[in-house]
């Protein structure tokens, strides 16, 4: 089985000590051995000198083997979660034509244009921030951000106007369609461990939805 990688974010040092990993290029190469499929700590059997990481990972998708994200999550709030994502969507763009980003449980919102469904929605505002400074233009917002939890939502979903079912449907929905049309995919949690947990989306639960153990 495939398996990927989860990043917890603890302090605000883990941004610094995270840069400082990019730059040397250890955080992207484990990520890279990650997507690979290998979980047995095994070496990757080498790709031949025409055939780059990028094509291999187009490969899989074409098959219908969607690669497991890249889980950024946190043990608390406000730690360093976006900025890490977009250190890594950053570092990840020098090593694949086309990366996925998707936040499936947002709180605090924007409205923005879908072009798929031509008209306003609301996503996350860490989904506008990196869509539009990485030019994510292969994915629409309307699969970036599949759970929006406004004032209400929680009233909305004790009451049954929400269901578990239709959370479950758009988020997975969601990453099959950002990691058809991307070479690798960067999943950002929400909150800390217990954000969502009254709506059962926590990020434990998501990322068992799509396939991205928590560890």
Known sequence: AAVNMTILCRTSSTVEALRQRLRRGDVIEYASRSLSGRSDGAEEPAVAADESLTEKWKKNAQTGRFQRPIFVAATKQHV??????LAL???????????????????????????????????????CLVRERFHLDHIDYQHMSPVIIPRGYTKKYVDGEITYEKQLHDIESSFREVSAASDVVLCEGTGHCAVGSIVDVNNAKVASMIGADMA
Request: net charge positive; aromatic share 4%; charged share 30%.
């Open 89 to 127: 969507v950053s570092g990840l763009q020098k090593r694949f034509d086309k990366v996925g980003f998707i936040k499936p449980v947002g709180q605090q919102h924007v409205e923005v244009e879908s072009s798929n469904l031509r008209s306003t929605i609301r996503v996350d505002k860490d989904v």
């Open 80 to 85: 360093g979660k976006t900025s890490v994502s």
